[in-house]
């Protein structure tokens, strides 16, 4: 029976990069997502949409440097985590980093569909070989890549989520509720991801902002307790 160590300073000072870097991942979705792209993306409008985004080309860049920062605060997040987490099962947390890293690169190929789509739209001479509209929808296609990638992206995310929750909960360095509930709310998302991704319309039964709900909530409970509480002394022994 070998003892779980518990939280010596220097894993205290990660358990707060940890949920800082979790705060930070919310935040910069939520302004990318919500306070831009939704609001310059039109749904079957690849004119309105290439509009929008030429006359508010700054602010699509700056949805571009978002997504760009989420990334390296996913490699801060997971390569901290795997520090916390590997002396409790180090198989394990190189899995689920692995996992976590996958999401990070499907980011990362989020902003360069969104470049891409940016380069379409300009001026560059080779460009008028194209007739305005050709430009346009291949434009909406790049960014309609995006939301593939994500999805793409998805399942690992869960699986990532789920594999550090079952070593958080073997841990015990945060309350056990908050654990089994990042098991549970990591399960659902991969469930929800495989199934849109082999049902396309599961997304009529459930509504595709149900997918990663739950997963956000954790990820935002979590964040907040480590910032606040940093990590709990282990109270069990694993085999």
Sequence with gaps: MNQIPSGP???????????????????????????????????????????????HETLFRVNIACDLAYVLTLLVLLTALYVTLEPVDRPLAL????????????????????????????????????????????????????YDAYYVGLPFWGLSSLVFSVLWLKSRFIPRPLSIFGLIASAWCVFCAFAFIACPHFDQVVNASWFDTPLVLFELALGLWLVFKGLSPAKRTAT
């Design 95 to 146: 899995l689920a980093a692995a996992c976590r890293l996958l999401v990070a690169l499907m980011w990362g190929l989020t902003a360069l569909n969104m470049l891409g789509a940016l380069r379409l739209l300009g001026h560059a001479a080779y460009l008028p070989a194209f007739q305005a509209e050709q430009l346009q929808a291949l434009a909406r296609l790049n960014l309609a890549s995006s």
């Design 9 to 55: 300073p220097s894993q205290a000072r990660l358990a707060r990069v940890i949920g800082f870097a979790f705060l930070l991942a919310i935040i910069l979705v939520v302004v990318a997502n919500y306070g831009i792209s939704f609001r310059l993306l039109i749904p079957n409008n690849a004119g309105g949409t290439a509009r929008n985004i030429l006359a």
